[in-house]
């Protein structure tokens, strides 16, 4: 903003710029004068984004190093990734990554949607503000605090779901340890802590749709369902799209907090991801050179994935990610 | 509305099932946390025969509360949290407004390298355990520090204010400069007073961050006594480590507290740390609901 005034200032005594013949040095010392105060404001976020996203950049080197008590360490290439690749505990845990992720995608993915098309259809805003304030409300709860309530919940003992499950006069299913359910169990939990948060963006998409598409609709004599077929899905179609790009962008990077809460040594094996096999093999049995290669390995894949994803989105709707 | 007078039976059904649809999500998302409400403040000595059904105490009893209340790991999780919160927002949001007004200057030389700095961020995670080397190296291991000043800036809250900013009125900022406000004086008196409402929504998303934050707590913090809630009921419930909560002298004396059933003792710690989050989520949803309807006029 300062510059347009200061070119005002200059055009009011006439068509001078020309007449300064600046070096670079003075065009540096001035823009210098001008604009300090604004890198002056810069400098808190840009030591923090240095040191807590830059310098492990750099930490990242050990992937490919062999660690000494006494430096330098030594250098072993890609001996670590090649470790990763042949090993079958990795290979399982990339497999479960996998495996959830698109479980993720398929079963959590479609219900905010949903849920907003539901939410579209009622005709009391009064009922619908109740259901909007409590649905979003698990977004904002952490993930210790829900994988207690999801232990709390599917008890064999005691929990909401059992009791039903017998008063049907079924075995209760102990949930928690069966290797059969688990993923199940993270499914599900993904789908009660953001179903009704997630639905916010395609309700949003939703009331920004013209309703004179819906008057044209009314007059063709469309019905709700047609409405919903011809007008709503098309409509926020765009919104569907990004979202689900994003979703897969962010493919591997999804559920150490939640798995983390949910996990135990019985079926641990199920539900080992990328993230938690990084935490435990690094930060728990000190194999850091290992742990480093297989957290540097999804951190390339999923940068990957995330520009794929971007640039899709870019090309597919002309709004990116960032 | 019209179309209410002329609709048909088989829609008036069809309009009661997605009504009932949207009932069951409530149902479904409140009754957990009801019930453990409930089981909290229920006589502990029926907790173990308790449905998972109920959401009213069975029977009436301030045990639980006052034991948890009384615990020094609790009390010392408690302050730790709203310590690390309070401090942390405050910094979050010093830090991200400077950033993103001194960004929202469209002329300001380098700010495209700026930005694409802090969009490799968002691209890029070299994963935890180069992160730890590099808190170790800076001395942060065991510090509050390590956890208050993680995610100083967030790139996504960054660029949302910086487009915020960019909005704001250009004949504002040149009447400040007519006053002769320099860019500090123009952030405090024009653009935080505008933007303001932003400002604390954002706010608001950092102080949830915060107080939800457990795993860099859980692995930067070797000293339980700075643990922050989360922690502490994470070492409780997911772990299942009644000790660390009864003390060994009332787990063998069979007193008061050890006969507190672990259920009823999880349940009313797990309402403990959801508190505060009910507390302040009526503001979320005010700031929340304005936000997406402008943005919804807008798009």
Known sequence: ?322 | MVTNSRQTPFERIEYVIILSALLLMVVVTLQPILHLVAVSFSDPARVPTMSGLRIVPEGFSLKVWNLLIHNAAVQRGFVNAVFITFVGTAINIVATTLMAWALAQKRLPGRKYILVFVLVTIVFDPGIVPDFFVMRDVGLLNSYWSVILYRGVFAWYLIILIRLFEEVPYELLEAAELDGANPFQTLWYVIVPVAKSSIAMIGLFYLVLHWNEFFRAMIYLNDPNKWPLQVVLRQFVVEGDKLSMVGVSDMSTYSDAGQISIRALKAGMITLTIAPLVLIYPLILKFFTKGTMSGAVKG
């Open chain 1, 1 to 322: 903003m300062s510059t347009i005034s200061e070119h005002k200032k200059i055009s009011q005594y006439g068509n001078v710029p020309n007449l300064v013949q600046d070096g670079l040095v003075e065009r540096w010392v001035r823009s210098a004068k001008r604009w300090w105060p604004f890198y002056l404001m810069l400098a808190p976020g840009i030591i923090y984004f240095f040191v807590y996203h830059y310098m492990p950049i750099w930490e990242a080197r050990i992937a490919f190093e062999q660690l000494r008590i006494i430096p330098p360490n030594v250098w072993v290439g890609l001996q670590h990734f090649a470790a990763l690749a042949s090993s079958p505990i990795f290979l399982q845990v990339l497999l479960n990554t996998v495996i959830i992720s698109v479980m993720k995608l398929v079963f959590v993915f479609p219900v905010p949607i949903i849920v907003a098309l539901l939410l579209n259809e009622v005709r009391t805003p009064g009922y619908r503000k109740i259901v909007q304030s409590v649905i979003y409300l698990p977004h904002y709860l952490s993930w210790v605090v829900i994988g207690g309530i999801t232990i709390a919940v599917l008890s064999p003992t005691d929990g909401a779901v059992n009791d039903i499950i017998s008063w049907m006069g079924f075995q209760p299913v102990p949930f928690m340890t069966d290797a059969g359910s688990i993923r199940w169990v993270v499914v599900f939990s993904e789908m009660w802590r953001s179903a009704g948060w997630d639905s916010l963006l395609y309700f949003a998409a939703i009331i920004g749709i013209n309703p004179e598409l819906y008057e044209a609709a009314e007059i063709d004599g469309a019905g709700r369902w047609q409405k919903i077929r011809h007008v709503t899905i098309p409509s926020i179609a765009p919104t569907i799209a990004t979202l689900f790009i994003l979703n897969v962008g962010l493919f591997f990077s999804t559920g150490l907090d939640q798995i983390l809460n949910l996990t135990n040594p019985v079926i641990r094996s199920q539900i080992d991801i990328v993230d938690t096999y990084v935490y435990r093999i690094g930060l728990q049995t000190g194999q850091f050179e290992l742990a480093t290669a297989a957290g540097l390995l999804k951190g390339f894949v999923g940068m990957v994935l995330i520009v794929a994803a971007h640039l899709a989105s870019k090309r597919l709707t002309g709004k990116g990610i960032w």
